[in-house]
């Protein structure tokens, strides 16, 4: 059973940096494709980025470029998020998915706000 566990969410100023983290279990996580995605109030699933299953590759959504990086710990099954210079319109429950199935998570409340 897949199973992503999300955490690393909070309340941070403007301009602040968050990293979240996803562990993953229950499927091969080397070989696996995984993204992030979010969730603002009222509003629909945006996909943020994602990475394949080699380290160091990733693309994302214009609206996170330059501010936001995955990367993955192949090692750990961990997958993160490093967001920087965050504003007020990325306030969101943060969810991590594994491509092929689908699954996500139950994510994590980002807050930004001064």
């Known amino acids: 059973e897949v199973q992503l566990v999300e955490s690393g969410g909070g309340l941070v100023q403007p301009g602040g940096s968050l990293r979240l983290s996803c562990a993953a279990s229950g499927f091969t996580f080397r070989d696996a494709a995984m993204s992030w995605v979010r969730q603002a109030p009222g509003k629909g699933l945006e996909w943020i980025g994602t990475?394949?299953?080699?380290?160091?590759?990733?693309v994302y959504a214009d609206s996170v470029k330059g501010r936001f990086t995955i990367s993955r710990d192949n090692g750990k099954n961990t997958v993160y998020l490093q967001m920087n210079n965050l504003k007020s319109e990325d306030t969101a429950v943060y969810y991590c998915?594994?491509?092929?199935?689908?699954?996500r998570g139950k994510g994590t409340q980002v807050t930004v706000s001064s």
């Open positions: 990475t394949n299953s080699g380290p160091g590759f990733a």
């Open positions: 998915r594994e491509i092929s199935t689908g699954a």
